[in-house]
């Protein structure tokens, strides 16, 4: 009744690993090179993430940047060639966003909120049918 018994013909050894003898890991040094090795590796795989994140961070930016001028340019074009146009729709953003505000100082539904919302639909309709 022996159960502390080796009954296969690996060595004993005292690292836990199975199979392998303790002086089959090698040197000191082979261990410090692995782990040099290994680090090595990590801080590579680390340095291409960070190049690819930058890579695809800067692509973004660029069409970003790209795709804002262009809507720039449209909007002082449009502005250029209907004043009248740009000034009703900015007097009208004006006016809602003031009631919008006037609104948000007053606690409860008072009757600038009843009167508010209305006035800001309407005006956001007047300014998107000026602009198709």
Known sequence: MENNKN???????????KGTSPTSHGTGSDVANMAAS??????????TAYEETKQVVNDAYGKTT?????????????????PGKL???????????????ASGFTGGRSRSSR????IVTALSEVALAFLK
């Open 7 to 17: 009954l296969s013909n690996e060595p004993i050894n005292t690292t836990g690993t």
């Open 38 to 47: 290994a680090t090595q590796r990590a801080k590579e795989g680390v340095q």
């Open 66 to 82: 790209e795709v804002l001028s262009n809507t720039y340019d449209q909007a002082m074009v449009y502005g250029k060639d209907n």
């Open 87 to 101: 000034t009703l729709i900015a007097f009208g953003a004006g006016i809602g966003i003031g009631v919008l505000l």
């Open 115 to 118: 009167i508010g919302e209305p």
